[in-house]
């Protein structure tokens, strides 16, 4: 039987929205990496996601993100946000082709100030696993996006 999902008081944390989900089905909180060099970026998304309930690992780099996934691939995030030009101009491209050969199933968003200009470097491969977000982000907009992404995952 699967414990029921617990909705959060609105009053209760500063920042979040109505019907935000604290917990999975069977009760475990969702867990979201997000990888960015700009540390106002982490910081920012980060509270928006943790006051609408999920668990946020944060990290600087790709590197740092891939080295965690691979010290514990049984456990991957239900989500990972990505920026594009972390480190270099295309990390986050790079860092996608070896997510997809070890995390086949893992759910990504692309955080990118180019918009729709990288979507060509996706050409073939599935809305249904690439989403792109642009910056800055607006909190009710990505919500949105990260709710119907861990929906589509679940």
Known sequence: MHAPTQRLETDKLPG??????LAKENG?????????DDPDIRDTVRRILDANGYAVDSYQTMSDFIASLLKNPASPPDLAILDVMVESM???LEAYVELRKHFPE??????TSLGEEIRPYFTGISDEWILIVEKPVDAISF???VRHRLDAAA
């Open 16 to 21: 979040q929205l109505p019907g935000s989900v």
């Open 28 to 36: 475990a909180t969702q867990r979201i990496a997000h990888v960015d």
């Open 90 to 92: 295309d990390s986050g």
């Open 106 to 111: 893992l759910h990504m968003i692309f955080m």
């Open 143 to 145: 919500l949105s996006i």
